[in-house]
């Protein structure tokens, strides 16, 4: 990298955060999210990616023994872990999930699962992402494939026992459809990235017995704002 693009990024940087503080972010959130323009910040400092107004939630809700169900591996596994939760982790991506294992201590206690991506018979035309029945996914590269086997690890969950559940990965509504029944009352279910409207436009009434709480902001390493929603489970 240049002189010239590390001054331009730092700049950037700094006007974002000022833009951030004038919206009302907390200061310490802008401090924290300074460190997280580091390499590996979400490794080394495990946090999931997830906006600071979610996390802050979050800090509050968890305790020790808390079980819980992530779709999408990384800093937030490593974070589940720190509370020395019960967790079951989903990942489709083979060599993001070595990364992952790798760092994991041999004695952890997260049941860590690979489940990529499966093409679709001839027979199956439906790759709408906005469809909880289609088991697909919006990104290119995964046109032509279904997510049903990723989506449907949470079925071998007993339905009330989960006291988080963390969709942050693929084939979002499915996600939620699936994960839904296995919330207990008083447990939450998270959306990550809920700016984007499909995800929640035919789950019709999947979430009726949740409270959303929606925390629009910045997120750890990214440099625009997004909105996480957490759905606390009322009946």
């Not at 001054?7 to 907390?26: K, N, Y």
């Not at 070595?98 to 990529?116: C, F, G, Q, T």
């Not at 995800?199 to 390493?221: A, D, K, W």
Request: proline share 7%; aromatic share 12%; with cysteine.
């Amino acid at each position: 990298m240049s002189a010239y693009t590390w001054m331009r990024s730092r700049i950037g940087a700094v006007v974002f955060a000022s833009h951030m503080l004038i919206r009302g972010e907390r200061p310490r959130n802008i401090v924290e999210w300074f460190r997280s323009l580091r390499p590996n910040y979400l490794l080394e400092r495990p946090s999931p990616w997830i906006t600071f107004g979610a996390i802050d939630f979050l800090e509050e809700y968890i305790r020790p023994g808390m079980n819980v169900f992530e779709y999408g591996s990384g800093g937030s596994t490593f974070y589940w872990l720190r509370y020395k939760t019960s967790l079951i982790s989903v990942e489709h991506d083979p060599m993001w999930y070595e990364i992952v294992h790798k760092k994991l201590a041999p004695d952890n206690s997260v049941e860590y699962r690979l489940s990529p991506p499966m093409r679709r018979s001839e027979s199956d035309k439906n790759s709408d992402p906005s469809d909880p029945a289609a088991y697909a996914s919006e990104a290119v590269e995964f046109t032509g494939y279904t997510f049903e086997e990723y989506v449907r690890q949470i079925d071998t969950v007993t339905d009330g026992s989960l006291d988080i559940v963390l969709v942050d990965g693929r084939s979002r509504p499915s996600c939620i459809v699936h994960a839904a029944p296995k919330v207990r009352r008083g447990g939450i279910l998270i959306l990550d990235n809920a700016e984007r409207p499909y995800y929640v436009s035919r789950i019709g009434s999947h979430l009726e017995n949740f409270r959303p709480h929606q925390f629009s902001g910045m997120t750890p390493c990214n440099r625009w704002i997004s909105q996480t929603n957490i759905y606390l489970r009322e009946s």
